[in-house]
């Protein structure tokens, strides 16, 4: 049987990648909230109030620190960015396609070509 020592970092990382998918995602999700949290101490004196304040109770002043208590806690929970459809579908119906997209393009160069001729010359 093999014993827990206390280590320096306390939550532990076996206990923070529990909480999430791999470690690349902890480190995003760690990354992220930790800057989160060092604006919200950034803007305190301004009376803003745009950002979150840190979730738990701690006695560390580190942005990162704070966000892997948050992690273990599971009051900060990786999510996947909701993909936008329509916004793209309504982007690609701007772009002209078709023949009849070409030949206005052409006509427009053409008149700009012509109106960038000198008649004096």
Not at 6 to 24: V, W
Not at 25 to 31: F, I, S
Request: aromatic share 4%; glycine share 6%; hydrophobic share 40%.
């Amino acid at each position: 049987m093999s014993e827990q020592h206390d280590t320096m970092m306390n939550p532990t990382i076996e206990e923070l990648l529990d909480r999430t998918e791999s470690k690349f995602r902890l480190v995003t999700l760690g990354a992220l909230r930790a800057c989160q949290i060092n604006s919200y101490f950034g803007q305190l004196g301004e009376g803003l109030g745009a950002m979150v304040p840190p979730q738990v109770l701690t006695m560390s002043r580190k942005p990162l620190s704070i966000a892997f208590e948050e992690i273990a806690a599971d009051k900060i929970i990786a999510t996947d960015p909701v993909e936008e459809v329509e916004e793209a579908a309504s982007a690609e119906s701007m772009i002209p396609t078709g023949e009849g997209a070409l030949e206005q393009a052409d006509g427009e160069q053409a008149d700009s070509d012509d109106a960038d001729l000198d008649p004096a010359s």
